[in-house]
């Protein structure tokens, strides 16, 4: 069963990754690279990492929160 550390790790990084999904201060950024605007580019990068961190956590966390917290 992990830990409440496991636990809270977890969460804070989840709470990071959707505090991060919408660009909020690339809204008025009008720079284009490589063809696509910079906050697209910023999509495709958190995607990327989304999809890193959740292969991560299905190999060592998940049923994290499963089962209640142990003391």
Do not use: E, I, K, N
């Amino acid at each position: 069963m992990p830990d409440r550390t496991d636990s809270l790790v977890w969460g804070v990084v989840f709470a990071l990754l959707l505090s991060l999904a919408v660009p909020w201060f690339l809204w008025d950024v009008s720079t284009v690279a490589a063809g696509l605007p910079v906050w697209l580019w910023w999509h495709v990068g958190w995607m990327v990492l989304a999809s890193a961190v959740f292969a991560v956590f299905t190999r060592y966390g998940w049923g994290v929160w499963m089962g209640g917290m142990s003391s």
